[in-house]
């Protein structure tokens, strides 16, 4: 059985920063693309980064570019987000999500955590 369970949300000031954590079990994690999406109430799943099974190459949507960061730990199953800067609008649920194909579409990935809430007040 596959799980996926994020941590490290909260409610953080604009400009503050924050550390979401996803830890994996149940599946071959140093195997799986792994990702972030969030995503806000009325809307969409959207695309937040992903990162390839053996680390090296990373993709964030550019509304993050150059103020979240993704990273893995295969050692310890685990996948991060650094988010710095924070602002209003980065408040969404997030969600790790794993799979065995790149993209930025939310059907390509197969396993999905019950997500994390950050809220960024103004």
């Known amino acids: 059985q596959v799980q996926l369970v994020e941590s490290g949300g909260g409610l953080v000031q604009d400009g503050a920063s924050l550390r979401l954590t996803c830890t994996a079990s149940?599946?071959?994690?140093?195997?799986?693309?792994m990702a972030w999406f969030h995503q806000v109430p009325g809307k969409e799943r959207e695309f937040v980064a992903f990162?390839?099974?053996?680390?090296?190459?990373?993709l964030h949507a550019d509304s993050v570019q150059g103020r979240f960061t993704i990273r893995r730990d295969n050692a310890k199953n685990m996948l991060s987000l650094q988010m710095n800067s924070l602002k209003p609008e980065d408040t969404a649920v997030y969600y790790c999500?794993?799979?065995?194909?790149?993209?930025?579409?939310?059907?390509?990935?197969?396993?999905w955590g019950q997500g994390t809430q950050v809220t960024v007040s103004s």
């Open positions: 149940g599946l071959t994690f140093s195997s799986n693309i």
């Open positions: 990162i390839s099974a053996n680390g090296i190459s990373t």
């Open positions: 999500a794993a799979g065995t194909r790149y993209g930025t579409n939310v059907r390509l990935y197969d396993y």
